[in-house]
């Protein structure tokens, strides 16, 4: 398994996907620390759980996703993996760790990048190991969010093409969502906003967000009654993670060789 997934990451660096990948970390809290002179540690970290990994990180899975369960089809090289043997099963598992730590390593990055900024403008570093556990957190939570959608891409197995129009209306249709009071502020229970990953993962972080104004702080104070235990968060988004998971081995299983 150990040189599955070391096989796994040297295809995973050929790709020029990875290296934009890594580049686009940077983006938002740049851009953030531009706009926000007076931004706190706490508000800068938070721009890269949110803007970093719900706008760039999501699509940025999904299409790494196509391209490493593509890349034995492609080549027609699945055949001679499984005289080794690997199993399909041993595939798919390698392939989504490899997904799951390009998350947290992109999730961490932008939190270096955060950090970095915080320390030029000398801005005091509060919360550091908490903010740290947070953004690693979101890490994980959005590969699991990305699940699904990747579930969809192996289903159709298609090309590169269909995978990028269904990231595109997946990503945008979670975003959506988490902009909606009738699916946000509804109670923990079998509903959009506590099914769906996106909006279930806002409903999480928002408790952690610092209100500025009296506009956030209203939204803020008519929205805590809707928060999600981090225990319901990571727990309905795990096991939503299993199911996917399994079914990806069976798709994955039934693919011809």
Not at 76 to 89: A, F, Q, W
Not at 109 to 134: D, E, K, R
């Amino acid at each position: 398994m150990h040189n599955l997934l070391l096989s796994e990451f040297k295809k995973f660096k050929r790709k020029k996907m990875f290296f934009f990948g890594i580049l686009a970390a940077f983006i938002f809290p740049l851009f953030n620390a531009v706009l926000l002179s007076d931004s706190n540690f706490t508000s800068i970290q938070s721009g890269v759980r949110e803007d970093n990994a719900f706008l760039l990180l999501m699509p940025l899975l999904i299409i790494l996703a196509a391209n490493l369960f593509f890349v034995e089809q492609d080549n027609d090289t699945l055949k001679n993996l499984l005289c080794i043997p690997v199993s399909k099963k041993q595939l798919v598992v390698v392939k989504l760790l490899v997904l799951l730590l390009f998350s947290i390593a992109f999730q961490l990055m932008g939190f270096a990048v955060g950090t970095a900024i915080a320390v030029f403008q000398n801005i005091p570093l509060h919360n550091f190991v908490f903010q740290f556990s947070l953004t690693a957190s979101t890490g994980v939570l959005m590969w699991v969010a990305a699940l699904p959608c990747i579930v969809l891409v192996l289903w159709f197995n298609k090309s590169y093409i269909l995978s990028v129009i269904i990231v595109f209306f997946y990503t945008l249709l979670n975003y959506i969502m988490h902009f909606s009071d009738a699916i946000m502020m509804q109670p923990l229970g079998v509903n959009a906003g506590t099914l769906m990953p996106i909006p279930m993962i806002f409903r999480w972080l928002y408790q952690f967000y610092t209100p500025a104004g009296e506009i956030q702080t209203e939204f803020y104070n008519r929205f805590s009654q809707y928060f999600a235990p981090a225990s319901v968060c990571f727990g309905v988004l795990l096991l939503e993670a299993a199911v996917c998971i399994y079914l990806m081995i069976r798709i994955y299983r039934r693919r011809e060789i």
